[in-house]
């Protein structure tokens, strides 16, 4: 079983920066593409990077490239979301995942997918 574990989330003023952690356990996650997505209320869970240990982080969407970037420690079992130059439109709920696929190419599979609890990020001044 498969559990992944988000924090770092806070109300932070815009132009600031904010790092979040997912802590993963289980079977097979540590050679697994983790990924995070990000939901505002009343939109659809959209995500915004995947990373895997075959072609390395992948940032989605023009306003995020260059601000975010994906990393995961060592020993893979936790991953983080640096965030930079914060946006109020950055304000959302932040989760990883993974559906243990080991590369980012694969399209995530909803269906199997694990999912930890969110973080909230707040971009207010």
């Known amino acids: 079983q498969v559990q992944l574990v988000e924090s770092g989330g806070a109300w932070v003023q815009p132009g600031e920066s904010l790092k979040l952690s997912c802590a993963a356990s289980g079977r097979n996650v540590m050679r697994a593409a983790m990924r995070w997505f990000r939901q505002v209320p009343g939109k659809q869970r959209e995500e915004i990077s995947c990373l895997d240990d075959h072609d390395g982080t992948s940032v989605y969407g023009d306003s995020l490239k260059g601000r975010f970037t994906a990393s995961r420690d060592r020993a893979g079992k936790t991953t983080y979301l640096q965030m930079t130059s914060l946006e109020p439109d950055d304000t959302a709920m932040y989760f990883c995942?993974?559906?243990?696929?080991?590369?980012?190419?694969?399209?995530?599979?909803?269906?199997?997918?694990?999912w930890g609890e969110g973080t909230l990020v707040i971009v207010s001044g």
């Open positions: 995942a993974t559906d243990l696929n080991i590369l980012c190419s694969e399209t995530f599979d909803y269906g199997v997918g694990y």
